[in-house]
Nanobody
Framework: QVQLVESGGGLVQPGGSLTLSCAASGFTFSGYSMKWYRQAPGKERELVAVISSVDGTTTYADSIKGRFTISRDNAKNTVFLQMNSLKSEDTAVYYC?????????WGQGTQVTVSS
């Protein structure tokens, strides 16, 4: 079965950095685009970044463009989200996502808190 397991969240000061990881299993990882979403308290879940399966093309939300970088390691079935210059408004639960045959799969999420 499809499994997505996020890790790497935590508490960081404004301006700091974190790298999130999402370990995937149960499907052919290299054949699918992978996505990171986040959900802040009281807000809807929003798409943060996408990385394609074919050529690694990346797409970012305007709110994080230039600060976050999505990447993947197909040999390790893992997708990463490098987050730099973190702001308080980046505080959220971050989720890894894949859509297979019209169905969305989610990990359990990892909490990122940006606070001094």
């Amino acid at each position: 079965q499809v499994q997505l397991v996020e890790s790497g969240g935590g508490l960081v000061q404004p301006g700091g950095s974190l790298t999130l990881s999402c370990a995937a299993s149960g499907f052919t990882f290299s054949g699918y685009s992978m996505k990171w979403y986040r959900q802040a308290p009281g807000k809807e879940r929003e798409l943060v970044a996408v990385i394609s399966s074919v050529d690694g093309t990346t797409t970012y939300a305007d709110s994080i463009k230039g600060r976050f970088t999505i990447s993947r390691d197909n040999a390790k079935n893992t997708v990463f989200l490098q987050m730099n210059s973190l702001k308080s408004e980046d505080t959220a639960v971050y989720y890894c996502n894949i859509r297979i045959r019209g169905r969305n799969y989610w990990g359990q999420g990892t909490q990122v808190t940006v606070s001094s």
